[in-house]
């Protein structure tokens, strides 16, 4: 019976269960802050925590959602060549605000670390919070932070822009479709970008395109910042 609870089978239908109840709530409630990533991750903690079911066999379970990570972000291709002669026209502007993005995101949170007396091992945590998981821990393990805790500060830095994003944007009257996809992709990464989809095609496009121009700039720079910043 245990290993019937703990196989692919099973993981696979607490993870898609889990978010499909996440994404009904949200709908029923019309409450944004009830985003589905949030509502299937405490479905799926809670779970394992009643039925006591091991993290790895979890994992293990779900490894091929893991490897349908890569061709889902290389589809955000199709958007980007739909889009490529917007892309273009802005490509200067674009390439300039990840290179701040990034930047301000790792002064950002040495500024404030050091305002809150933080260890140097957790602010280089924090620093590559705004690009996407993999890369993350990438950039973080080499240079002594914590890749567990990147890992827990990438998911929430996303679901906040996901979250908030587009309600700060209309806030400040952003309007223009392409500031609005830069905002999305360099600050909340693939979740972000799932949220700029539906805001538009070219939102979409070019939230996809900074999720990996970020992802660069911020690999460059936290070793670079790090050095200048005494860390």
């Not at 892309?87 to 670390?113: D, E, P, Q």
């Not at 890992?151 to 906040?160: C, E, K, M, P, Y």
């Amino acid at each position: 019976m245990n290993e019937i609870m703990t196989g692919m089978p099973a993981m696979l239908l607490l993870t898609l269960a889990s978010y499909l109840l996440g994404v009904f709530f949200q709908k029923s409630t019309k409450i944004s802050v009830l985003h589905p990533f949030i509502t299937a991750m405490v479905i799926i903690i809670a779970t394992l925590f009643i039925f006591d079911i091991p993290y790895e066999s979890y994992r293990e379970g779900n490894r091929i959602l893991d490897f349908l990570l890569g061709p889902s972000v290389v589809a955000l291709a199709l958007k980007l060549y739909d889009n490529l002669d917007i892309v273009r026209k802005n490509l200067a502007a674009i390439l300039s605000a990840v290179v701040t993005g990034s930047v301000v995101g790792i002064v950002g949170v040495w500024a404030i670390g050091r305002m809150m007396s933080c260890t140097p091992e957790f602010i280089k945590s924090l620093e590559a919070k705004s690009v996407s998981t993999p890369i993350a821990m990438d950039i973080t393990g080499p240079i002594g932070g914590s890749t567990s805790l990147v890992a827990i500060s990438v998911v929430i830095t996303g679901v906040l822009g996901a979250v908030l994003g587009p309600s700060l944007l209309k806030i400040l009257g952003i309007t223009d479709p392409v500031a609005k996809g830069v905002s999305m992709g360099c600050a909340s990464h693939g979740v972000g970008t799932g949220r700029a989809i539906e805001l538009g095609a070219i939102e979409g496009a070019v939230s996809g395109l900074c999720i990996v121009l970020m992802g660069v700039a911020t690999s460059l720079l936290v070793p670079i910042l790090n050095i200048l910043l005494g860390l």
